[in-house]
């Protein structure tokens, strides 16, 4: 008994289980209106990256296609997408590789009326440039290019499937994939 005396007195009074009822409630009430707040925030966040042009691409994408060589020979690919829209702009990669070949391309792209301008870069050839185009609802028509390359690129989107055809000038000809969510 001595030893609890002593244990309030020290805090001066403070141990928890002498916390007046309502303080407590009190700080039920804050800790409650923090979660709610982080809760609403979050949401606007989510709701925020679903609007605009590039909404129906938000989200993590993997599916396989072909990819076809400047020799004509093909090879079968494994990829993964992953699109980051914020308004009317997108911040996407792609990821595609075979046991002898990867391309890893990514762009910042920004929808003005539907048309579509902003850079591209594929890190595996540290190569970049500048893509343009048109699209919005899922469906893109994009042409990406830099000194000695270019590349059309479309994209379509229905529901939670998506295709990718990429068509180029050079040693890598083009690509077909078939991505889902």
Not at 3 to 20: C, I, S, V
Not at 74 to 81: G, P, S
Not at 132 to 148: C, I, K, P
Request: glycine share 12%; with cysteine.
């Amino acid at each position: 008994m001595e030893h609890l005396q002593a244990y309030r007195a020290a805090g001066d009074g403070k141990h928890r289980a002498n916390k007046p009822i309502e303080a407590r409630a009190r700080n039920r009430r804050l800790l409650f209106a923090a979660a709610v707040l982080f809760v609403a925030a979050f949401a606007n966040t989510e709701s925020n990256a679903q609007a605009g042009p590039f909404a129906p691409l938000a989200g993590s994408w993997s599916g396989a296609g072909t990819v076809i060589l400047d020799d004509g020979s093909t090879e079968r690919i494994r990829c993964r997408a992953k699109y980051a829209p914020i308004g009317p702009t997108l911040e996407m990669s792609l990821t595609c590789a075979s046991d002898a070949y990867k391309f890893i391309l990514g762009a910042n792209v920004k929808s003005e009326g539907g048309a579509i301008a902003g850079s591209w870069s594929e890190t595996s050839r540290n190569i970049s440039g500048s893509l343009q185009g048109r699209g919005a609802g899922g469906n893109y028509e994009l042409v990406a290019s830099t000194a000695g390359f270019n590349a059309n690129i479309s994209l379509k989107t229905s529901g939670n499937k998506q295709s990718v055809s990429i068509r180029a000038d050079s040693q890598f000809r083009g690509a077909n994939v078939s991505l889902s969510k």
